[in-house]
């Protein structure tokens, strides 16, 4: 089935996906469901030839040709990012560190060629209203979202391969979009056991309790797999977070010892550290005298009341300790090499969270500003909480993303970690 609607920047194509599963919704107009989808805005309406991962790709404008890569619409973006997509990853994650339970995927908007597009991670959502057709393109309620490239990443070579002892690559380092090698160097965490300090969205110790990961890493083994990440796979960056730890480091001393191994074997890797505030603030100091290219220190929210409901144990931190360890870690590593996590949809006031984006930024700080996800193991998918709408993970992400641009601060430019990645953010889509 094709319909036809005028938009505002010419003829817009949606058609019902043949064999697609779910079915439009019969209360919606179908014109402001298409143009929401292919983002009228200013960002993706210029109405610029699309390519589908079928190849159907329009004489204009070849990306080939420009070499760039357009996002997508940040208002389909967020949606993605709340919804998920209802389909089979070739590269997927479950448990552990961050953001989990999704797929990883290259999405690309129009003028983008097929084989291009922004690293992706998506929920794995079976009630998702997203979903991609016999000919890979993404639809929504059944209809195909047209200008919009959706391309699977596939599983790494290094997957496949074991140290001498036969510890599996896969269990000690994943690959994380299409260039991160990623780890979780202790994969334990003071906070977690005891329900009243664990931060209820965390699942770090679930994919520990699935036998799906080592609790500690062995640098060398690191070295080695990271060695063939970058040979086999492409991978450019690696970020290496942890458990917190009770000693003075708060686990830095391990970072510290497998950032010099990495290094020692791949000469110029671009590194990330992701650390709480450690008690002693020399070993921010520490971690980047062993090569360590950037840091994350993620308090998630500056909100205290949110902190104290969401995470009590990190709680006890005072944001003051914070604000001294991001601090000492912009003189250390430079401005816009420390980022941090802020969670949209722990019930913090939209007003606030960019207000508290803005004084980082301020400071010289990514606020790499992400939707909180209801992952299974964790106590908030427990208590049935939801992600937040995407019309508020849309606002504040827009806003956010505006801040960044006038600062001149892009993810990027952070060389290593979330931030350059990009791939858990709504951020890229607007600029940020
Ligand atoms: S932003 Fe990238 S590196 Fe960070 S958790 Fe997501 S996929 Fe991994």
Known sequence: MTAYVEGGSGLLKARRAPGAAGAPSAARDPRDEVEALLGLGPAAGGG???????????????????????????????????????????????????????????????????????????????????????????????????????????????????????????????????????????????????????????????????????????????AEVAAAAVRLDGVTQMVMTTGTSNGRDRGAKHLVRCVEAVLAAVPGLAIQVQIEPPLDLVWIDRLHEAGAAAVGIHVESTDETVRARWTPGKAEVPIARYEEAWRRAVAVFGPNRVSTYLLVGLGEEPDHLVADAERLIDMGVYPFVVPYRPMDGSLAFGDGVPAPSPAELRAVTGRVARALRHAGMRGIDQVAGCAACGACSALGADGG
């Open 48 to 222: 610029g030839p699309g390519r589908t991962p079928t190849g159907a790709q329009s004489a204009e404008a070849s990306p080939e040709a420009t070499g760039a890569v357009t996002p997508i619409d940040l208002a389909l973006r967020a949606e993605l990012a709340v919804h998920g997509l209802r389909a089979t990853p070739g590269l997927s994650r479950r448990g552990g560190a961050g953001p989990s339970n999704d797929g990883h995927w290259k999405l690309a908007g129009p003028a983008t060629a097929t084989g291009c597009g922004t690293q992706t991670t998506l929920p794995m959502s079976p009630d998702s209203p997203f979903s991609l057709d016999a000919d890979g393109q993404l639809t929504k309620d059944g209809v195909v979202v047209e200008d919009v490239s959706v391309e699977a990443i596939e599983r790494p070579a290094f997957y496949d391969l074991c140290t001498a002892d036969g510890t599996r690559y896969e269990d000690l380092a994943r690959l994380h979009g299409t260039n991160v090698l990623a780890t979780t160097v202790v994969q334990t965490c003071i906070r977690y056991r005891d329900e009243a300090t664990r931060c209820r969205f965390c699942t770090i110790e679930e994919s520990l309790r699935a036998g799906t990961t080592l609790q500690v890493k062995r640098p060398e083994d690191l």
